[in-house]
């Protein structure tokens, strides 16, 4: 059974990983886990809404993203929900509050929250179209469930000094930490190599990233780390080059399809 703790219903998501994160998370523990690309930050979210690590560091170079986490862990949070709930979630409304700038950092995370929630897949990625059918094929609204989203968004509030957001790039701060001499867990999820190279449209606004730095720097790290990977023969050549555990997991996607993914540690779980 997933759990689910995030508000966004982000693409790419790891919810179908939590028995394998779990595991990771009891070995070779640490009080602090850092998330690189953290997106919807499930594996931050898991790992303190369960204990396991009591400081997680959300690592997200989209600044929409990065609104939502901020508002959520301080105290706009309130504010936060009072939008979600007195907001009438329909295409005319959706498309005027997409249509405007926002003016704050409270209206960025709305914003943000109403569009993963408003757009096919979640995709917050210039271009992606809006729902039309829906869960069931009941429309747009099918997707909004205000009670339940500030139900998540509270309920992550009471857990607020755990978490700290760095808005910037993953690799910079990977660099960094490898120069830190306190151990940290580090979860990986990148945007994937064969979206990149094959021309797909993109599930992130920033989707683009050097490979073959992050696994550079992957082999460098004395960290504990896990990553993750769609299956392909070049991430699967670097992690060679980096003498990397690569091990095969089969997931579920969104729409019950079937997949293998790759799962690079230092040493296989």
Known sequence: MRVYYSPLRYPGGKSWLALELRTW???????????????????????????YVSKATLVELDPAVCAVWR??????????????????????????????????????????????????????????????????????????????????????????KKFSVIEGDALEKLSTLNRRKSHVKLFIDPPYIKLQERGIKPLYRFNSINHRKLFELVGKTHHDFLMTYDLNEIAMSFAKQQNLCVEKIQMRTAHAIKKEELLITRNCL
């Open 25 to 51: 998370l009891s070995i070779n523990p640490s009080s602090e886990l850092v998330e690189l690309f953290a997106g919807g930050a499930f594996a931050s979210l898991l790992a303190v809404v369960e204990g």
């Open 71 to 160: 508002s959520i862990f301080s105290p706009t949070a309130d504010d936060l929900c009072a939008l979600i709930e007195k907001f009438t979630f329909d295409e005319k409304s959706v498309r005027e509050l997409l249509s405007v700038e926002p003016e704050s950092e409270v209206m960025l995370a709305f914003r943000t929250i109403v569009m993963n929630r408003a757009r096919r897949g979640g995709i917050l990625a210039p271009g992606a179209g809006l729902l039309k059918l829906g869960e069931r094929k009941k429309g747009m609204a099918s997707r909004w469930y205000p009670e339940t989203l500030c139900k998540r968004i509270f309920m992550l509030n009471s857990y607020a």
